[in-house]
Structure formats: C-alpha cells, structure tokens
C-alpha cells in the first residue's frame, strides 16, 4: 500500500524533521514542498494500520505541527 505524509513542521525544526523521516525504512521518498505543508513524504506499508502507526510516530517527532495522510486505495 502507497502513501503520502503531508507534514506541517516548525520552521527551525524542518531539517531534523526530515532527517528523521528519511531514515525511516517505509518512507521511500521526502522532500521540502511549498505552500500549506512544508514536507511530503512517500511510503510504502503493508496495511492501512502500518501507516496509522507510522503517521502516529511522525506526529510524536519534535517540530511536527501536524500530518495529513493521503492513501493509495
């Protein structure tokens, strides 16, 4: 299963928030965006339940404002 987290992060926090999503083995792909999110990452789960606890553990990360998650269906 695809997926797209959307991040809102603090802007002095941005680039430890996407070092740190980048070393997480789901995520197959992220970048900075412009415009109402400030990164988006593209992963890759098993089940729609491996990406709740994965969009939960990018929410407990320090400078994450908050997540949108768009799934594959």
């Known amino acids: ?3 797209c987290v959307l991040i809102k992060a ?3 926090k941005m680039d ?3 070092n740190y999503v980048r070393g997480l083995p789901q995520v197959k792909k992220a970048y900075f965006v412009f ?3 400030d990164v988006a990452c593209l992963i890759e789960a098993r089940s729609p339940s491996e990406v ?3 969009t939960a553990k990018i929410n407990a990360v320090e400078g994450v404002r908050s997540t ?3 799934m594959e269906a």
């Open 1 to 3: 299963m695809k997926a």
């Open 10 to 12: 603090v802007p002095t």
């Open 16 to 18: 430890s928030v996407i």
């Open 35 to 37: 415009g109402r999110f």
């Open 52 to 54: 709740a606890e994965l």
């Open 68 to 70: 949108e998650t768009l």
